[in-house]
Nanobody
Framework: QVQLVESGGGLVQAGGYLRLSCAAS????????MGWFRQAPGKAREFVAA????????YYTDPVKGRFTISTDNAKNTMSLQMNGLKSEDTAVYYC????????????????WGQGTQVTVSS
């Protein structure tokens, strides 16, 4: 059974950091593009970051560039999002997602989604 499970969310003060993880099970994902999305209350889900299959390319939305880093550990079938310099506007539920095509992830699509992990940044 395919499953994506996020972890690492929590409450942090502005300027702090968190590291989100996404554990993928059910198959080998190293050929798949993977991404992070977030949804704040009352807002649409938005793209945060993506990484290509085998981790060769990374992409970020402008508001998180220089603060967030996406990475994968193919041996462990996990993806991480290191979030530094957190701001109140980063508060959202964060979701991981996978798709065979990087372009689809960049466009907001995925074949599988995780259940989400809450990140709350207090100012």
């Amino acid at each position: 059974q395919v499953q994506l499970v996020e972890s690492g969310g929590g409450l942090v003060q502005a300027g702090g950091y968190l590291r989100l993880s996404c554990a993928a099970s059910g198959r080998a994902w190293n050929r798949f593009a993977m991404g992070w999305f977030r949804q704040a209350p009352g807002k649409a889900r938005e793209f945060v970051a993506a990484i290509s299959g085998f981790g060769g390319l990374t992409y970020y939305t402008d508001p998180v560039k220089g603060r967030f880093t996406i990475s994968t550990d193919n041996a462990k079938n996990t993806m991480s999002l290191q979030m530094n310099g957190l701001k109140s506007e980063d508060t959202a539920v964060y979701y991981c997602a996978v798709h065979p095509a990087l372009g689809t992830v960049l466009a907001g699509g995925a074949v599988y989604w995780g259940q989400g992990t809450q990140v709350t940044v207090s100012s």
